[in-house]
Protein backbone atom coordinates (compact mmCIF):
# COMPACT_ATOMS: atom_id res chain seq x y z
CA UNK A 1 0.00 0.00 0.00
CA UNK A 2 1.13 3.47 -0.73
CA UNK A 3 1.28 5.95 1.60
CA UNK A 4 1.36 9.73 0.86
CA UNK A 5 3.23 11.57 3.83
CA UNK A 6 0.58 14.49 3.18
CA UNK A 7 -1.79 12.42 5.18
CA UNK A 8 0.70 11.01 8.22
CA UNK A 9 1.09 13.02 11.11
CA UNK A 10 3.81 12.16 13.47
CA UNK A 11 3.56 9.39 16.17
CA UNK A 12 5.63 11.44 18.92
CA UNK A 13 5.23 15.18 18.30
CA UNK A 14 1.96 14.92 16.47
CA UNK A 15 3.64 17.18 13.86
CA UNK A 16 1.93 17.43 9.71
CA UNK A 17 5.17 18.08 8.16
CA UNK A 18 6.23 14.94 7.15
CA UNK A 19 8.61 14.42 4.15
CA UNK A 20 9.59 11.31 2.45
CA UNK A 21 13.16 9.61 3.68
CA UNK A 22 13.67 6.17 2.40
CA UNK A 23 12.15 3.32 0.70
CA UNK A 24 13.14 -0.41 0.55
CA UNK A 25 11.94 -3.51 -0.43
CA UNK A 26 9.23 -3.79 2.18
CA UNK A 27 8.48 -0.65 3.62
CA UNK A 28 8.80 3.79 3.32
CA UNK A 29 10.05 5.40 5.77
CA UNK A 30 8.88 8.85 6.79
CA UNK A 31 11.05 12.10 8.81
CA UNK A 32 9.29 14.57 10.80
CA UNK A 33 10.43 17.94 10.40
CA UNK A 34 9.60 19.55 13.92
CA UNK A 35 11.27 16.23 16.26
CA UNK A 36 13.11 14.30 13.42
CA UNK A 37 11.68 10.97 14.34
CA UNK A 38 11.82 9.13 11.27
CA UNK A 39 8.69 6.80 11.16
CA UNK A 40 7.18 3.67 8.85
CA UNK A 41 3.70 4.62 8.96
CA UNK A 42 0.79 2.02 10.13
CA UNK A 43 -0.19 0.44 7.13
CA UNK A 44 3.21 -1.46 6.95
CA UNK A 45 2.97 -2.45 10.48
CA UNK A 46 2.78 -6.17 11.38
CA UNK A 47 -0.49 -7.39 13.36
CA UNK A 48 -0.14 -8.18 16.81
CA UNK A 49 0.18 -12.04 16.78
CA UNK A 50 3.01 -11.37 14.06
CA UNK A 51 4.92 -9.21 16.48
CA UNK A 52 4.96 -11.43 19.54
CA UNK A 53 5.69 -14.41 17.20
CA UNK A 54 9.31 -12.83 16.53
CA UNK A 55 9.35 -11.67 20.06
CA UNK A 56 9.06 -15.32 20.97
CA UNK A 57 11.94 -15.99 19.05
CA UNK A 58 14.25 -14.10 21.03
CA UNK A 59 16.83 -15.49 23.66
CA UNK A 60 17.96 -13.34 26.04
CA UNK A 61 19.82 -15.44 28.69
CA UNK A 62 20.69 -12.89 32.04
CA UNK A 63 23.82 -16.05 32.41
CA UNK A 64 25.48 -15.33 28.63
CA UNK A 65 28.59 -13.29 29.15
CA UNK A 66 28.24 -11.00 25.70
CA UNK A 67 24.47 -10.21 26.70
CA UNK A 68 25.89 -9.14 29.96
CA UNK A 69 28.21 -7.10 28.43
CA UNK A 70 25.92 -5.68 26.27
CA UNK A 71 23.02 -4.74 29.20
CA UNK A 72 26.25 -3.55 31.32
CA UNK A 73 26.41 -0.64 28.25
CA UNK A 74 22.76 0.93 30.13
CA UNK A 75 23.11 -0.49 33.79
CA UNK A 76 26.55 1.10 34.32
CA UNK A 77 25.91 4.12 34.30
CA UNK A 78 22.60 4.17 35.52
CA UNK A 79 23.64 2.45 38.47
CA UNK A 80 26.10 5.61 38.87
CA UNK A 81 23.35 7.36 39.42
CA UNK A 82 21.55 5.74 41.82
CA UNK A 83 20.91 5.92 45.22
CA UNK A 84 20.39 2.57 47.62
CA UNK A 85 16.61 1.13 47.84
CA UNK A 86 15.44 2.75 44.95
CA UNK A 87 12.54 1.50 42.78
CA UNK A 88 12.62 0.71 39.30
CA UNK A 89 10.74 -0.22 36.34
CA UNK A 90 11.53 -2.53 33.31
CA UNK A 91 9.75 -1.27 30.90
CA UNK A 92 8.70 -3.57 27.97
CA UNK A 93 11.36 -6.19 29.24
CA UNK A 94 10.47 -9.09 27.26
CA UNK A 95 10.06 -13.10 28.16
CA UNK A 96 13.68 -13.06 29.77
CA UNK A 97 13.76 -9.57 31.69
CA UNK A 98 17.42 -10.29 31.87
CA UNK A 99 17.99 -6.44 32.79
CA UNK A 100 16.28 -6.44 36.16
CA UNK A 101 17.84 -9.54 36.74
CA UNK A 102 21.40 -7.62 36.58
CA UNK A 103 20.55 -4.11 38.21
CA UNK A 104 18.69 -6.17 41.07
CA UNK A 105 21.87 -8.67 41.95
CA UNK A 106 23.44 -6.45 43.95
CA UNK A 107 20.66 -6.28 46.12
CA UNK A 108 20.66 -2.59 46.21
CA UNK A 109 17.60 -2.21 43.99
CA UNK A 110 14.00 -3.40 43.05
CA UNK A 111 13.20 -3.55 39.99
CA UNK A 112 9.09 -4.27 38.56
CA UNK A 113 8.34 -5.75 35.50
CA UNK A 114 6.09 -4.64 32.69
CA UNK A 115 5.52 -6.06 28.71
CA UNK A 116 2.24 -5.86 27.07
CA UNK A 117 2.84 -9.39 25.61
CA UNK A 118 4.44 -10.80 28.71
CA UNK A 119 4.33 -9.42 31.97
CA UNK A 120 0.78 -7.15 31.44
CA UNK A 121 -0.03 -5.69 34.96
CA UNK A 122 -1.66 -2.36 34.29
CA UNK A 123 -1.20 -1.86 37.95
CA UNK A 124 2.81 -0.96 37.98
CA UNK A 125 1.91 1.70 35.52
CA UNK A 126 0.17 3.54 37.96
CA UNK A 127 3.29 4.02 40.65
CA UNK A 128 5.67 6.43 40.64
CA UNK A 129 9.62 5.21 40.36
CA UNK A 130 12.59 6.22 40.75
CA UNK A 131 13.86 5.20 37.45
CA UNK A 132 12.65 3.48 34.13
CA UNK A 133 14.65 1.24 32.26
CA UNK A 134 13.39 0.79 28.38
CA UNK A 135 15.99 -1.23 26.63
CA UNK A 136 15.40 -2.35 23.20
CA UNK A 137 11.74 -0.99 23.34
CA UNK A 138 11.75 2.79 21.66
CA UNK A 139 11.79 1.38 18.51
CA UNK A 140 9.09 -0.96 18.59
CA UNK A 141 6.24 1.73 19.69
CA UNK A 142 3.16 2.20 17.95
CA UNK A 143 2.20 5.43 19.72
CA UNK A 144 5.63 7.18 21.57
CA UNK A 145 3.48 10.28 21.90
CA UNK A 146 1.08 8.35 24.93
CA UNK A 147 4.08 6.28 25.84
CA UNK A 148 6.48 8.90 26.26
CA UNK A 149 4.06 11.14 28.69
CA UNK A 150 2.89 8.07 30.41
CA UNK A 151 6.92 6.86 31.18
CA UNK A 152 8.01 10.72 32.55
CA UNK A 153 4.31 10.66 34.77
CA UNK A 154 5.72 7.53 36.26
CA UNK A 155 8.98 9.11 37.03
CA UNK A 156 9.54 10.78 39.95
CA UNK A 157 11.73 14.10 40.38
CA UNK A 158 15.18 13.87 39.86
CA UNK A 159 14.51 10.02 38.48
CA UNK A 160 16.31 8.37 35.04
CA UNK A 161 14.31 7.27 32.04
CA UNK A 162 17.62 5.08 30.87
CA UNK A 163 16.35 3.72 27.19
CA UNK A 164 18.76 1.84 24.82
CA UNK A 165 18.05 2.29 20.97
CA UNK A 166 19.78 2.26 18.02
CA UNK A 167 20.44 6.20 17.32
CA UNK A 168 20.09 7.59 13.43
CA UNK A 169 23.51 9.03 11.84
CA UNK A 170 22.35 9.92 8.63
CA UNK A 171 20.75 9.55 5.35
CA UNK A 172 23.17 7.38 3.71
CA UNK A 173 23.81 4.95 6.21
CA UNK A 174 20.22 4.59 6.98
CA UNK A 175 19.74 2.97 3.54
CA UNK A 176 22.35 0.00 4.76
CA UNK A 177 21.56 -0.18 8.33
CA UNK A 178 20.91 -3.54 9.91
CA UNK A 179 18.15 -1.94 12.20
CA UNK A 180 15.58 -1.28 9.92
CA UNK A 181 15.75 -4.75 8.63
CA UNK A 182 13.62 -5.82 11.79
CA UNK A 183 9.98 -5.68 10.95
CA UNK A 184 9.10 -5.19 14.61
CA UNK A 185 11.14 -1.62 14.08
CA UNK A 186 8.77 1.03 13.33
CA UNK A 187 10.36 4.44 14.79
CA UNK A 188 13.91 5.55 14.63
CA UNK A 189 15.59 8.30 16.69
CA UNK A 190 18.59 10.34 16.19
CA UNK A 191 20.52 12.98 18.81
CA UNK A 192 17.71 15.98 17.49
CA UNK A 193 14.90 13.48 18.52
CA UNK A 194 16.25 12.91 22.07
CA UNK A 195 16.79 17.02 22.16
CA UNK A 196 13.15 17.66 21.58
CA UNK A 197 12.00 14.79 24.17
CA UNK A 198 14.24 16.51 26.98
CA UNK A 199 12.59 20.10 26.06
CA UNK A 200 9.21 18.70 26.04
CA UNK A 201 9.73 16.87 29.25
CA UNK A 202 12.14 18.84 31.02
CA UNK A 203 14.79 16.86 31.59
CA UNK A 204 18.35 16.61 30.99
CA UNK A 205 19.90 14.76 28.27
CA UNK A 206 23.07 12.83 28.09
CA UNK A 207 23.68 10.35 25.30
CA UNK A 208 26.31 7.42 25.75
CA UNK A 209 27.80 5.92 23.37
CA UNK A 210 26.11 4.75 20.03
CA UNK A 211 22.75 4.03 22.05
CA UNK A 212 22.64 4.61 25.63
CA UNK A 213 20.62 7.50 26.42
CA UNK A 214 19.70 9.35 30.03
CA UNK A 215 16.70 11.56 30.82
CA UNK A 216 16.82 13.00 33.85
CA UNK A 217 13.53 14.55 35.26
CA UNK A 218 14.11 18.13 36.86
Known amino acids: ME?????????????????FFHRDRTRIY?????????FVPDSYWLSRQEEKAIYDLHENDSKDQGYRRFLSRLCTPLQARLQPNQKGLDFGCGPGPALAAKMEEHGLW????????????????EREYDFICATEVAEHLCDPDKEFGR????????GTLAIMTKLVTGK???????????????????????????????????IIGSDVIMLTKK
Not at 30 to 38: A, E, F, G, Q
Not at 151 to 158: C, E, K, Q
Not at 179 to 204: E, K, N, V
Open 30 to 38: LCCRHCSLI
Open 110 to 125: SVALYDPFYYNDPSLL
Open 151 to 158: LFDMLRSG
Open 172 to 206: QAFSNWHYIRDPTHICFYSQTTFDYLARRFTAGLE
Open 3 to 19: TQPGKEHCPLCRGKEID
